[in-house]
Nanobody, 122 residues
């Protein structure tokens, strides 16, 4: 069992940056591949990025490629999502998730955080 807590969300102007953190407690984070997903109001939750257990492999949605960077510090039991050049369409609740493989599919992720709100103003 692992508990995930996201932080770092907030209100930012278009073109700005935010760094989200996902802190894990319980089982060590290095046991899991990690993913970030987001859900905008009235829309389904969608994939943003994923990272392998050791951080050596990453995956990004086309909509964030080149702007967002996922990373992890297993010693700190934390995963990060650095978000640059933010756009109003990036506004959503962002969730981190832990699972067995770094996939774009939400189903394989077993554990989820409660989410953190990111709002990008134009």
């Amino acid at each position: 069992q692992v508990q995930l807590v996201e932080s770092g969300g907030g209100l930012v102007q278009a073109g700005g940056s935010l760094r989200l953190s996902c802190a894990a407690s319980g089982r060590t984070l290095s046991s899991y591949a990690m993913g970030w997903f987001r859900q905008a109001p009235g829309k389904e939750r969608v994939f943003v990025s994923a990272i392998s257990r050791n951080g050596g492999w990453t995956l990004y949605a086309d909509s964030v490629k080149g702007r967002f960077t996922i990373s992890r510090d297993n010693a700190k039991n934390t995963v990060y999502l650095q978000m640059n050049s933010l756009k109003p369409e990036d506004t959503a609740v962002y969730y981190c998730a832990a699972g067995n493989s770094p996939t774009f599919r939400s189903g394989p992720y077993r554990y989820w955080g409660q989410g953190t709100q990111v709002t990008v103003s134009s």
